[in-house]
């Protein structure tokens, strides 16, 4: 079972990246997935989460209005649009599929995590 992360890269502030999550396995059609993300020297933070059937969407505050999460099931796939970057999002961004169909903020909820992709943002 593997999630790869990809779609990172360095950006100016203001600018746009998409990230998307593919799922090696259909079994994360019925589990919440979500963004979280890493910056140097901090802990690891939930940015945003969706329930197994797209009913449920959670942001953390600073990302509200600007990023969009959303899932294809049929493709496996989780995606994470990010509008209006700013020096403050810069971080390793990592997916992960929780333990049910729900979405904790916590990252001890998550059963599976992908290996990562480096958001930069420069001013």
């Known amino acids: 079972v593997q999630l790869q992360a990809s779609g990172g890269g360095l950006v100016q502030a203001g600018g746009s990246l998409r990230l998307s999550c593919a799922a090696s396995?259909?079994?994360?059609?019925?589990?919440?997935m979500a963004w979280f993300r890493q910056a140097p020297g901090k802990e690891r933070e939930f940015v945003a989460g969706?329930?197994?059937?797209?009913?449920?969407?959670y942001y953390r505050d600073p990302v509200k209005g600007r990023f969009t999460i959303s899932r294809d099931n049929a493709k496996d796939t989780v995606y994470l649009q990010m509008n209006r970057l700013n020096p403050e999002d810069t971080a390793v961004y990592y997916c992960?599929?929780?333990?049910?169909?729900?979405?904790?903020?916590?990252?001890?909820?998550?059963?599976?995590w992908g290996q990562g992709t480096l958001v930069t943002v420069s001013s």
């Open positions: 992960a599929a929780a333990r049910s169909g729900m979405v904790p903020s916590d990252p001890s909820g998550y059963r599976y």
């Open positions: 396995r259909r079994m994360f059609r019925n589990n919440g």
């Open positions: 969706i329930t197994w059937n797209s009913s449920n969407l």
